[in-house]
């Protein structure tokens, strides 16, 4: 496979990271608030740090899902995950690994990408600006 031919794809690649990530960053919201998959470990009061973000993980992550307003929401929940970062796993230590934050540091750079790289194709953002909901070059083009 040549890298023009795997870039055409892009768009759609990113999309498809962006759906995953959004799925995976809404079940933590969705468990806080709904208790589904599983119940939530902890009591969440609405007017509180853990019931702000789930707010920010479940309407986050449904922005993201559809891909509306990918860019500023994405880079709310890069902020959003460098400060749960650093408030609730870098006091437990230094390595991510043993601290329990990989999960939020991986998260906090995957926003950060979307900021820059936008939503990929399948996206409410690309038919807003009037581009087909799935875009790709045509072939030749890299």
């Known amino acids: 496979m040549s890298a023009s031919s795997l870039a055409i794809w892009s768009p759609q690649a990113l999309a498809a990271l962006r759906i995953m990530t959004s799925l995976l960053f809404m079940a933590h919201g969705m468990q806080k608030f709904f208790g589904f998959p599983a119940a939530a470990p902890f009591d969440v009061a609405l007017f509180s740090l853990?019931?702000?973000?789930?707010?920010?993980?479940?309407?986050?992550?449904?922005?993201?899902?559809?891909?509306?307003?990918?860019?500023?929401?994405?880079?709310?929940?890069c902020g959003f995950m460098a400060v749960a970062y650093f408030m609730a796993h870098a006091p437990?230590?230094?390595?991510?690994?043993?601290?329990?934050?990989?999960?939020?540091?991986?998260?906090?750079?995957?926003?950060l990408y979307f900021v820059f790289?936008?939503?990929?194709?399948?996206?409410?953002?690309?038919?807003?600006?009037?581009?087909?909901?799935?875009?790709?070059?045509?072939?030749?083009?890299?």
């Open 92 to 111: 437990e230590g230094f390595y991510p690994l043993l601290n329990g934050g990989e999960l939020a540091v991986l998260y906090c750079f995957v926003f």
């Open 50 to 77: 853990i019931g702000l973000s789930a707010v920010l993980e479940l309407v986050g992550g449904i922005l993201l899902l559809i891909g509306l307003f990918t860019r500023p929401v994405a880079f709310i929940l």
């Open 117 to 142: 790289a936008g939503p990929g194709g399948w996206s409410v953002d690309a038919l807003r600006q009037g581009e087909s909901a799935v875009t790709r070059p045509a072939a030749g083009s890299a």
